[in-house]
């Protein structure tokens, strides 16, 4: 089992839909929660950090951590073609003492208008 | 949030040669880099992570001697790709992470070689 699992998707939804992605892990160690934006052949761009459980929200996206059950999920609301990309959860280890962090394999997400 | 270059952004060349990758951190002190690999649709891959002015770390399966990383200040990080093959062509990526930023990481904007 991989220590992060996340749907590749790819996931197509109407313009002004709410968008919803998740991803569970294995390891209970990880205590800082990330989700990455990809557009197509460019890095990835930092959206959401949270630590811990609980909700964080951002303009049209909510992060939420729910660590009893080690899953995570990134709500976007009134979606954008603008936000047709791919989608990475992350997380780290802190207590590994390094910034190391763990990837999901990312979900395609594509926007029709 | 902080701004990480690479350069370059691509690069073609001939298997057997060698190709030198540089990160730097525009306008913050990156005490650890990272280097990932990227394969088409799949997710990064961390390679390694190299602290200024140490030897760098390598994940497993990663050759040291094959893929050299240098990380001689504080705002560059360089991956040299030695006697590059075709297998090698990938999307490249640096993250750069400092005290100053917690845990947050900052990624370039990757290159992308291709091994003829």
């Not at chain 2, 990064?44 to 040291?64: C, F």
Request: charged share 20%; proline share 4%; with cysteine.
């Amino acid at each position: 089992q991989k220590e992060v699992e996340q749907d590749p998707g790819p996931l197509s939804v109407p313009e002004g839909a709410i968008v919803s992605l998740n991803c569970t892990y294995s390891n209970s160690a990880f205590q800082y929660f990330m989700w990455y934006r990809q557009y197509s052949r460019k890095g990835p761009e930092l959206l959401m950090y949270t630590y811990s459980s609980g909700n964080k929200e951002d303009g049209r996206f909510t992060a939420q951590v729910d660590k009893s059950s080690k899953y995570i999920s990134l709500f976007i609301r009134d979606s954008q073609p603008s936000d047709s990309a791919t989608y990475l959860c992350a997380m780290i280890d802190s207590g590994a003492g390094s910034y190391q962090l763990t990837f999901g394999k990312g979900t395609k997400l594509s926007v029709i208008p | 949030g902080a701004v990480v270059s690479q350069h370059p952004s691509r690069v073609i060349c001939k298997s057997g040669t060698s190709v030198k990758i540089e990160c730097r951190s525009l306008d913050f002190q990156a005490t650890t880099m990272f280097w990932y690999r990227q394969f088409p649709k799949q997710s990064l891959m961390l390679m390694a992570t190299s602290n200024e002015g140490s030897k760098a770390t390598y994940e497993q399966g990663v050759e040291k001697d094959k893929f050299l990383i240098n990380h001689a200040s504080l705002t560059l990080s360089t991956l040299t790709v030695t006697s590059a093959h075709p297998e090698d062509s990938s999307f490249y990526i640096c993250s750069a992470g400092g005290l100053a930023n917690g845990n947050e990481q900052f990624f370039g904007p990757g290159t992308r070689l291709t091994v003829l």
